[in-house]
């Protein structure tokens, strides 16, 4: 499972958290139906907005990532989040990069004008096809994740960039075609070639990197492989708004875990919230909400510290099979929640009793990433 992590220019907020939330629960889900996982987590620390912000603060590109990216695992940890098995970073990947540039050059997919390389469409005819636009779709498609790359040096306007000469320090390497650094796309293409082959099981990330970060790394990494599908399941997760706008660093509408956890919210509390809506939809941040998610959390917690004899085993197995129903269903999560609650609810009115019963609660509380193992 290969999932497009952050760009660390700066200090994330609860729609990085989503990603992470929603696919450490598909993990730990995976995991409870005896597959064995192996995730990687991408970290995108060459690109433009990394050298503005390093240049921005007079620190090198690395300093810079190594400084957010432990603000973010700080925040993962507050979640629960299980720690992918690598982080691969860009500026690690360099050679596989210029590798891959160098066999669709090779293969006749990609072109080189005075330093830059793109990538030629025509000659992938299902370009476009993971976000369903047509080639007049794609032409007139607008979103803020688009790079800006030189129009006038591409033969087809739908070219995409894939190599760029570049003299700015911690951003630059030597290739065949001058001192540069990779387009965005084609970078998530090698590290997860790197790490899991040419073939993925799941790739995932947020739903407004389908395209074209996710349509051109399918047709890049075809053609230089040959390996066909590249992903056998794409899923995508939706937005985190605050008031109707979809949060995000460059408008600063952001609303940080580390914030929420300051002024009092837990862990459980908050991966509740996100986890209240499935994963694929877009969802406004309600601090109201997530105060009545505290009190579902601390109504769980104090459920699982329950201890009344050995009966219910029977009685809660009917409770386990909705729960897996629900998370067999695309990650129901608001119906898993909906069985948790039921099982703690009924504990503590006494009509489920039994250490059957709240061990049922601990374990099927830990797929959906929530601590509720008594210390």
Same mark, same amino acid.
């Given at each position: 499972m290969y999932v497009c992590g952050i760009t660390p220019y700066d200090v994330g907020h609860l729609g990085h958290a989503l990603v992470a939330v929603a696919f450490d629960t598909l993990h730990r889900?995976?995991?409870?139906?005896?597959?064995?996982?192996?995730?990687?987590?991408? +970290?995108?620390? +060459?690109? %433009? %907005?990394?050298v503005r912000k390093?240049?921005?603060?007079? +620190?090198?590109?690395?300093?810079?990532?190594?400084?957010?990216?432990?603000?973010?695992?700080? *925040?993962?940890?507050?979640?629960?989040?299980?720690?992918?098995?690598?982080y691969p970073r860009v500026s690690e990947t360099i050679p596989g990069i210029v590798a891959m540039v160098s066999d669709l050059i090779a293969r006749g997919h990609a072109y080189e004008v005075d330093g830059y390389v793109f990538f030629d469409v025509t000659t992938a005819p299902r370009f476009g096809a993971l976000a369903g636009l047509s080639p007049d779709e794609l032409l007139t498609f607008r979103s803020d994740s688009m790079p800006a790359e030189p129009a006038e040096l591409k033969r087809h306007p739908l070219d995409f960039l894939i190599w760029q000469p570049c003299s700015d320090e911690g951003a630059t390497f030597p290739s065949p075609w001058g001192m540069g650094r990779?387009?965005? #796309?084609?970078?998530?293409?090698?590290?997860?070639?790197? /790490?899991?082959?040419?073939?993925?099981? +799941? #790739?995932?990330?947020?739903?407004?990197?389908?395209?074209?970060? #996710?349509?051109?790394?399918i047709v890049q990494s075809e053609c230089a492989t040959g390996a066909a599908p590249y992903v056998r399941v794409w899923m995508h997760n939706g937005t985190v708004g605050l008031a109707g706008e979809k949060m995000s660093k460059s408008l600063g509408n952001l609303v940080k875990v580390s914030d929420l956890v300051a002024r009092g919210h837990t862990g459980n509390a908050i991966r509740l919230l996100m986890l209240s809506v499935r994963y694929r939809d877009d969802r406004d941040f309600d601090e109201q909400a997530l105060n009545r998610w505290e009190q579902a959390a601390r109504l769980l917690e104090h459920a699982a510290r329950t201890r009344s004899g050995a009966q219910g085993?029977?009685?809660?197995?009917?409770?386990? &099979?909705e729960f897996q129903d629900a998370m067999d269903d695309d990650l129901d999560t608001p119906a898993a929640i909906d069985v948790l609650l039921?099982? /703690?609810? *009924? &504990?503590?009115?006494?009509? &489920?009793?039994? *250490?059957? /019963?709240?061990?049922?609660l601990i374990e099927l509380g830990e797929v959906l990433g929530l601590r509720l193992r008594p210390e």
């Open positions: 889900w995976l995991e409870f139906n005896s597959y064995e996982v192996h995730h990687i987590q991408n +970290i995108t620390d +060459i690109d %433009d %907005d990394m390093s240049q921005e603060l007079g +620190i090198s590109i690395a300093e810079l990532t190594d400084r957010n990216h432990a603000i973010y695992l700080q *925040d993962m940890d507050t979640l629960n989040v299980l720690r992918p098995d690598a990779p387009g965005w #796309h084609i970078e998530c293409s090698a590290m997860a070639r790197a /790490a899991l082959g040419d073939r993925i099981d +799941i #790739h995932g990330g947020g739903k407004d990197l389908r395209y074209p970060h #996710h349509d051109s790394e085993g029977q009685l809660v197995q009917s409770r386990r &099979l039921g099982i /703690a609810r *009924d &504990l503590e009115a006494g009509t &489920l009793a039994g *250490d059957a /019963a709240v061990s049922t």
